[in-house]
């Protein structure tokens, strides 16, 4: 088997290799093809956490396994095996699989879903799932402007220097959520809050929102207030299965009666054109992205048919 650590799995695929990888997994989940399990966490008493998302696809078969404490210790597996022999066929180290493909699938989520001419973004949140958010979204839509908030004024400057350099659009740092609201079309919120990260109300028709945040029964997230769940049309998700087995906001949402699961649909579907999409430019759509284990599988196949031969990855 291969073995690579450490290396962003960006060296060795691009974001468009990334996004089309995930687009075709998310079609072969519709087609019934592809197979996958919620995550499972185990939480231990000094607060550290063994996460575990399995997947299988094209003749792969693995998981994205995590090991988090509190973020001062955090890890990420992805493990491949092959589905024929059974035999190991890879092991990915903290190569960055994990924020690449949420922001692979995020961008798939404005692909299908946001306006034709939608090209301002307005990103809540100022980490790494939100500088691979806001890259991804730039491969699949011309953009033109965006403007960033987080409550660092430090770390929203850093972020605007940084990916306006990297994506070589005018990137705003702004004091408050209205502020980088204002003059969006795209709404991405990469966050761990457990509050409401702007209102809903605050929303102009036509915007599209992808939102990354989802927590489970022991660690609650929730970047979306109760006007943006009601106000949202259509909403999607990766899976409902997730959603209702970490009870996360679309779970409570629907739970609660602010939402019903018949405005709640898979995103395979759409992409499959089994379920519509967006019908009007006044519609504000939404994206509750939840990764999976296969995800990180499709990443980690395409990545290993790339390392195999090409020596950079160590044989064990």
């Known amino acids: 088997m291969l073995f690579l650590k450490s290396t962003s799995i960006a060296r060795i695929l691009s974001l468009n290799d990334m996004i089309e990888a995930i687009e075709d997994t998310l079609k072969e989940i519709a087609l019934g ?11 231990h008493p000094n607060r550290m956490i063994l996460g575990i998302l399995p997947g299988s696809v094209h003749g792969a078969m693995g998981a994205y396994i995590q090991t988090d404490l509190d973020r001062r210790i955090h890890h990420e597996n992805v493990m491949l095996f092959s589905v024929e022999s059974g035999e190991p066929l890879i092991l990915f180290q903290d190569c960055s699989i994990n924020e690449y493909r949420t922001g692979a699938a995020g961008a798939i989520g404005t692909k299908y ?9 307005a990103v809540l949140g ?3 799932h939100a500088e691979t958010q806001l890259k991804a ?3 699949v839509r011309k953009l033109t402007e965006a403007w ?3 409550p660092t004024p430090t770390r929203r400057q850093a972020f605007a220097e940084k990916m306006e350099r990297e994506i070589e659009i005018p990137v705003h740092a702004v004091e408050n959520a209205e502020d980088a609201l204002a003059n969006a079309d795209i709404v991405i919120t990469a966050t761990n809050s457990r509050t409401p990260v702007f209102d809903g109300n605050q929303l102009t028709d036509g915007m599209h929102i992808t939102s990354i945040a989802n927590g489970d029964k022991t660690r609650t997230r929730q970047e979306l207030d109760d006007a943006t769940m009601r106000r949202a049309e259509p909403i999607f998700v990766t899976s409902k299965e997730t959603v209702c087995v970490n009870e996360s906001d679309i779970f ?3 739970r609660d009666r602010i939402i019903s699961w018949e405005r709640v649909h898979e995103i395979s579907g759409l992409l499959l054109g089994e379920v519509a999409g967006r019908s009007d430019d006044r519609q504000i759509t939404l994206f509750k992205l939840q990764g999976t284990g296969i995800m990180d599988v499709a990443i980690g196949l395409k990545a290993y048919e790339r390392l195999k031969d090409s020596g950079l990855a160590q044989q064990l």
């Open 33 to 43: 093809r592809g197979f996958e399990l919620p995550r499972r966490r185990i939480h």
């Open 126 to 128: 100022s980490a790494v």
């Open 137 to 139: 979204v730039a491969a």
């Open 252 to 254: 409570r949402a629907v």
């Open 148 to 150: 960033v908030f987080s």
């Open 113 to 121: 879903l946001a306006r034709a001419d939608a090209c301002r973004v």
